[in-house]
């Protein structure tokens, strides 16, 4: 696996750190969801980026990269909201939302909880490239009856993807304006100017700078750390065929094959 460190005064909106960085603006992330997702938001606790959920030390944990909570008048949590920049096609997208789903869940029922608790849930990924190749530019997906679409599953989970290259395509000016802008880094609309005055500040921020390097660091370790289980794993099956076919050898001189 390659990791491709950008350059700190190079970083835009689509580096996963950075926009980490600028969506955790409860002021950006919220006219953000209610554009792209057609909804009003009551209020959004402060976004929390780059949040790591782990349900036991020996299972795969995630780190979502800005997770947000919509909250009622009392405070009571209404919708939840997980955003996912994804450059890269790693050709396992839909079974990564699928798992963050799971993760997601699992946190928020204590033991004992009842299923009714869990909120309505919005995995959101915001990618370059049309990952489902069918020529779209956004795609919404939720559970219904095989049959008779007509019929929802009723679970309450829904999973967007918007493909920002094709923003052309959008024919919701709301959308479109954010796309265009992760496309081009040009902002074209007030709350795509926002964005951009944020990125901005964040280039020249040094407490930014040093927190990107660690986060850099963290990264590199975990390629390498997943670079060496890859060679394990391809060592241990080396060996296995060698040692296969030693066996089969054998069996061959004695006659058994």
């Given amino acids: 696996m390659e990791n491709k460190c950008t350059p700190f005064d190079q970083l835009t909106i689509t580096n996963r750190f950075m926009f980490a960085m600028v969506f955790s603006h409860k002021e950006i992330a919220k006219p953000f969801l209610e554009a792209v997702l057609g909804i009003k938001i009551h209020e959004l606790k402060e976004p929390e980026p780059e949040k790591a959920v782990e349900v036991s030390p020996v299972s795969k944990g995630v780190r979502f990269d800005v997770f947000v909570k919509e909250t009622g008048p009392g405070g009571e949590t209404l919708r939840c909201f997980d955003i996912e920049m994804q450059m890269e096609d790693t050709k396992e997208i839909p079974k990564r939302a699928r798992f963050y789903q799971a993760m997601r869940d699992s946190e928020a029922l204590s033991k004992g909880e009842k299923y009714r608790n869990l909120k309505e849930l919005y995995i959101i990924f915001i990618c370059p490239d049309d990952i489902f190749k069918q020529g779209r530019a956004v795609y ?11 019929i929802e599953m009723g679970d309450q989970c829904f999973k967007n993807f918007y493909i920002f290259k094709k923003y052309r395509d959008v024919a919701e000016k709301s959308i479109r304006t954010y796309l265009e802008y992760f496309a081009t ?35 590199d370790i975990a390629v390498d750390q997943e670079r060496q289980r890859a060679d394990e794993e391809k060592a241990r099956a080396d060996k296995a065929e060698e040692l296969a076919k030693k066996y089969e050898k054998m069996l061959k001189d004695l006659g058994k094959l």
């Fill in 185 to 219: 880094s040009k902002p074209i609309s007030p709350e795509t100017e926002d964005i951009d005055k944020l990125v901005k500040w964040y280039q020249t921020d040094n407490n930014t700078r040093i927190r990107y390097m660690t986060w850099q660091e963290e990264i």
């Fill in 140 to 150: 919404r997906f939720k559970n219904l009856e095989t049959d008779d679409p007509k």
